[in-house]
């Protein structure tokens, strides 16, 4: 399939899911699910610098992940550990700038230097922006952004009256980046799970039955041509 003619969206946000069910269908551990599916987003960072897509947001652990056994979480953790070593390697080769969303003190020190190392060493890059988001929840961001706003506004004798969306999305960990065009989900749950709740106001929804693991460049194609065939509203009339 080729996306000849097609509109490629400015930002496309993953909420990728399915690795447990995944390696469930192969009997083997939800770690090797994980995995797996850290190959595929090594993969499809590449495969969205090379489509012209400008942001590409990709949620990968939730504020609500630390529920889980402390097996699996400690199995993501290494596999961050891993991954953010080879991302920075993918993302310098592509010329891509990583950034990261979500509240990241609660990770190990050395992850945080990871992630600062991912941040800093691809900053001046110029093409597509690859927003990972982990340790990410969108009311987590939103109360985050509250708090910084209030404790500025007592500082500085504000009148609140001077907030508005504009002042308040400039709180929010995705400051100057533009909100998604269309939210790609895998695995066919209909739920956003706490991705981005401010900033899917007016995105454009696309669920795949596709586990994560087994997404590629043709299932994102699918994903933009179904996006192409969308009229979308902002809440006016056309
Ligand atoms: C997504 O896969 C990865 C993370 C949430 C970290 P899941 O682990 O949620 O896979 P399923 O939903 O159990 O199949
Ligand atoms: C959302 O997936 C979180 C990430 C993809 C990182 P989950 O698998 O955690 O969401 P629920 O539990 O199915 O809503
Ligand atoms: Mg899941």
Known sequence: MGLENMV???????????????????????????????????????????????????????TENWKRSAEEVKALMQLFRYYMVRLLKVASENNVRVKMIGEKSRFAPDIIEGIDRLVEGTKDNTGMTFVIA?????????????????????????????????????????????????????????????????????????????LWPDFNQEELEKAIVAYNGRERRFGGRK
């Open 134 to 210: 982990v340790n990410y929840g969108g009311r987590d961001e939103i109360v985050r952004a509250a708090r910084k706003l209030v404790k500025d506004y007592r500082e500085n004798g504000e009148d609140v009256s001077t907030i508005d969306e504009k002042l308040f999305a400039s709180y929010l960990d995705t400051d100057k980046i533009p909100d998604p065009d269309l939210l790609i989900r895998t695995s066919g749950e209909l739920r956003l799970s706490n991705y981005l709740l401010w900033q899917l106001a007016y995105t454009e929804l696309y669920i795949t039955e596709c």
């Open 8 to 62: 490629i969206p400015a930002h496309v946000a993953v909420i990728l899911d399915g690795n447990g069910r995944w390696a469930k269908k192969r009997g083997i551990p939800r770690a090797m699910g994980h995995k797996a599916g850290c190959e595929t987003l090594e993969t499809m960072v590449e495969a969205a610098a090379r489509m012209g897509i400008g942001y590409f947001t990709v949620y990968g652990f939730s």
